[in-house]
């Protein structure tokens, strides 16, 4: 199986700074990574699908880069509402392994 | 618009056997694939196992023994059945989409089962 490591675990930032979340698959997993926003009590989110396609109706401060093994999710200028835990999944193969996650707090 | 809810009890006995329900609208279980799923609590999700739009299903290795998928079109539902349950089988088991592109993009709210005597 394909192991997803996540870091930060844990993030605080304050509103307005630019966030980065990076997940790193442990071999190549061309561009099939997605970034996933969970509040807490709610269902997962799809932010971000294929590294770095935008998903409809997300606002365009979310940003994904990233291929092969390496990955970074950015938020350029952090909202409260923002305040969440993201995680990422890959889709490359079998099977479909997550992140552990990272919880996004505000300072 | 496209909703995905799962249903079922929330304490399962240890030993015993999970059964739950995703029940989906606003798509057809023959054109989208359903997965579940899990997430233990404070942990990062575990995919379970896919029911594909043409009826095949697809188990994580860690879980093919125990588990088990099906599904009625006529009513627009998904089942999970898993056996065998111990406590860390215990968090929130979700069924979500499986869009040939996007992957898992949209989820059900989740249920949250606890094993416990």
């Known amino acids: 199986d394909i192991q997803m490591t996540q870091s930060p675990s844990f993030l605080s930032a304050s509103v307005g700074d630019r966030v980065t979340i990076n997940c790193k698959a442990s071999q190549n997993i061309n561009r099939y990574l997605n970034w996933y926003q969970q509040k807490l009590g709610e269902a997962p989110k799809l932010l971000i699908y294929n590294a770095n396609s935008l998903q409809t109706g997300i606002p365009s401060r979310f940003s994904g880069s990233g291929s092969g093994t390496d990955f970074t999710l950015t938020i350029s200028s952090l909202q409260p509402e923002d305040v969440a835990t993201y995680f990422c999944l890959q889709h490359n193969s079998w099977p479909r392994t997550f992140g552990a996650g990272t919880k996004l707090e505000l300072k | 618009q496209v909703q995905l809810k799962e249903s079922g009890p929330g304490l399962v006995q240890p030993s015993e056997t999970l059964s739950l329900t995703c029940t989906v609208s606003?798509?057809?279980?023959?054109?989208?694939?359903v997965s579940w799923v899990r997430q233990p609590s404070g942990k990062g999700p575990e995919w379970m196992g896919r029911?594909?739009?043409?009826?095949?299903?697809a188990y994580n290795s860690a879980l093919k023994s125990r588990l088990s998928i099906s599904r009625d079109t006529s009513k627009n539902q998904v089942f999970l059945k898993m056996n065998s349950l111990q406590t860390d089988d215990t968090g929130t088991y979700y069924c979500t989409r499986d869009h040939p592109i996007l992957r898992f993009d949209y989820w059900g709210q989740g249920v949250m089962v606890t094993v416990s005597s």
């Open positions: 606003g798509f057809s279980l023959t054109s989208y694939s």
């Open positions: 029911m594909w739009y043409d009826g095949d299903t």
